[in-house]
């Protein structure tokens, strides 16, 4: 039997992490916790990593019976550095802290649009660069980033946000290219609206921005464009995270996994 054929039984990818060590960003949050949930279900000893110490504490607490375990690190990742550092051997890299700004761009203040790119796009970069010596020692290695439909498509008033998604879809390109030759896959997953707090506190400045109630917000701006008229839950948006890290998905890399409900369909 080749080593392909033996990836490709009759049964369902299963994934097993015992034994691997994760980092997901940004795991207080509603994505980022449902991930490292679902990677410390697998047996992943995970890293988890936020600047909010009680919601990691919380998340902690829910991970207490599962076959993994899920470890609080607080650090705000505009320490570049100190982000760096903490990757050094992880397995699986989730890059998944992000925040949100809707503002036009006459009236967007270049320290917010700064910190946006910061988080969201310079952080990867130094958490992959920490995370690829042992990747590439072992020759085994898993890089998911929580890209967007705005890693792909732009939309008014999110000109940080769009243009850190953007750049972060070139960075997970190259990293698959470069990691290839040593086993690790560099994937984006690319969410619409996902049900957590950084969709729900968005509404009040989109109901300003669009001049319109906040009860419109939802039907007629967030799945204006949805063919599927729901928003998504962040575990289906983990289990994304965690098909890419199946060993039936080691020929998946450099590419977006789009999870839209049909928006980009249009
Ligand atoms: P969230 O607000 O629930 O979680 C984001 C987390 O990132 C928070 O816990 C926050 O504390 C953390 N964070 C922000 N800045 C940080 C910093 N400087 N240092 C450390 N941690 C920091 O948001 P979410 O919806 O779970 O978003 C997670 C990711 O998914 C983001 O990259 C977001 O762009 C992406 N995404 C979200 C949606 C959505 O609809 N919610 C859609 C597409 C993509």
Redesign the pocket.
């Known amino acids: 039997m080749t080593q392909s054929s033996a990836l490709c039984g009759p049964h369902a990818p299963s994934l097993d992490l015992g034994g691997r060590t994760a980092l997901v960003?940004?795991a207080?949050?509603?994505?980022?916790g449902a991930c490292a949930l679902r990677l410390a279900a697998a047996g992943a000893k995970v890293r988890a990593?936020?600047?909010?110490a009680a919601?990691l504490d919380a998340l902690a607490e829910r991970a207490r019976h599962l076959a993994g375990t899920v470890e609080p690190h607080v650090?705000?990742?505009?320490d570049l550095d100190a982000a760096e550092l903490l990757a050094a051997g992880t397995d699986v890299l989730v890059n998944?802290?992000?925040?949100?700004l809707v503002r036009p761009l006459e009236d967007f203040p270049p320290d917010v649009f700064h910190t946006v790119l910061t988080?969201?796009l310079e952080a990867p970069f130094r958490l992959i660069r920490g995370a690829l010596p042992h990747m590439y020692a072992q020759g085994w290695g898993r890089i998911v980033n929580?890209?967007?439909?705005?890693g792909l498509r732009a939309s008014a008033f999110k000109s940080a946000?769009v243009a850190a998604?953007h750049g972060l879809e070139g960075l997970s390109k190259t990293a698959a290219l470069e990691g290839a030759p040593h086993g690790v896959t560099s994937n984006c997953v690319n969410?619409?609206?996902?049900r957590?707090?950084?969709?729900e506190k968005q509404i009040a400045d989109q109901a300003r921005a669009h001049g319109i109630p906040e009860q419109r917000v939802l039907a007629e701006v967030l799945l204006k464009d949805s063919a599927v008229q729901r928003l998504i839950e962040?575990e289906e948006v983990a289990e994304a995270v965690a098909y890419l890290c199946v060993p039936q998905a080691s020929f998946i890399t450099g590419t977006s996994l789009v999870l839209d409900g049909g928006w980009t369909a249009h």
């Open positions: 960003t940004g207080a949050g509603g994505i980022g990593v936020d600047r909010d919601g650090l705000d990742l505009t998944n802290a992000g925040l949100q988080v969201m929580m890209s967007s439909v705005h946000y998604k969410p619409s609206y996902v957590t707090p950084l969709v962040p």
